[in-house]
């Protein structure tokens, strides 16, 4: 058998190591361009999987980008699964509301950095998740910290890292998706009490969670344990169990958990003085539905008396022009051992922990 590596076509169980590294950096990756056309400006984001950075294309000055370098520190079989199945969906997803992806970039020594009016926001959030589910798409990390705005008042999904694509059942076969997924103020109850076989009903919680933040100015229920968190639906939603959500006793974690009973549904009571609109406290109210099955969905939301009654949405590009510099907060993960108590009263109105980006565009 010919030996690849004498004939000039390097065989990788011919080389040793620092042949094999030698053979990496000086490689041709013909489709991936080298990072270095980007210059960094600041860190802005960073979550389990990767790292996002405000960066500038060196040959256009006035463009500016939002690259996610991927961790890979915790890698030993390759590239992680998380980054590539991102980068496939964002290679399927073109819409307005779902941020763009413009390339994968590379270093040169190694392939381990790849890489005003609420109405109109809301639509363009549900606008997006409607076109993610009619292709088969769901989120998995809905809050606001993934919902961008540009300077121009275009909505963008954003961070695709805990996407996946997901079918009907087939031949009567559960799906057998991980719930651990969803940042802990934003899953639904199904989610935290082991429900696997889920679909698009638990982007629309988040959507909730996000549509009362917006009037808020802060998450609504910041629980800091998965019990905690349905505590405080419970308080909010009323209790969880089999008159309020038939079939939830079925679920793996419903005996495990501290459950609180008769509690009352409150969500319209406690956002009023917030929400003085009660179409969109009608809205907010079906989507932070405690049975999936019973909440809205992207269609039907989009349908809702909100989006169809005076004063209709406008377009924010205006009042975001009076801003000369991006909004964008990077938020650190919270100290472990803080204690926040949301249990008997909504928050008090903050600065919105997201409020607009300038990147219409991504690169990994």
Known sequence: ???????????????????????????????????????????????????????????????????????????????????????????????????????????????????????????????????????????????????????????????????????????????RFTNRVVTLWYRPPELLLGERNYGPPVDLWGAGCI?????????????????????????????INPQSWPGVENLELYKKMDLPQEQKRKVKERLKPYMKDPYAIDLLDKLLALDPARRADSDTALNHDFFWTDPMPCELGKMLANHSQSMFEFLAPARRGTQISRHHSMPRPTTSAVQDSCYQDRVF
């Open 211 to 239: 549509m009362a933040e917006m009037w808020t100015r802060s998450p609504i229920m910041q629980g800091n344990s998965e019990q905690q968190q349905l505590t405080l639906i419970s308080q909010l939603c009323g209790s």
């Open 1 to 175: 058998m010919q030996n690849n590596h004498h004939s000039g076509h390097p065989n990788s169980m011919a080389m040793n190591i620092r042949e094999k590294e030698k053979y990496i950096e000086s490689f041709n990756f013909q489709f991936c361009e080298e990072s270095t056309k980007y210059q960094k400006v600041a860190k802005i984001g960073q979550g389990t999987f990767g790292e996002v950075f405000k960066a500038r294309d060196i040959n256009n000055p006035k463009k500016f980008v939002a690259m996610k370098k991927v961790l890979m520190d915790n890698e030993k079989e390759g590239f992680p699964i998380t980054a590539l199945r991102e980068i496939r969906i964002l290679q399927l997803l073109k819409h307005e509301n779902v941020v763009n992806l413009i390339e994968i970039c590379r270093t040169k020594a190694s392939a381990a950095n790849s890489l005003g009016e609420i109405k109109k926001v809301l639509q363009q959030l549900l606008n997006g998740l409607y076109y993610i589910h009619s292709n088969k798409i769901l989120h998995r990390d809905m809050k606001a910290a993934n919902v961008l705005i540009t300077k121009n008042g275009v909505l963008k999904l954003a961070d695709f890292g805990l996407a996946r694509a997901f079918s009907t059942n087939k031949n009567g076969q559960p799906n």
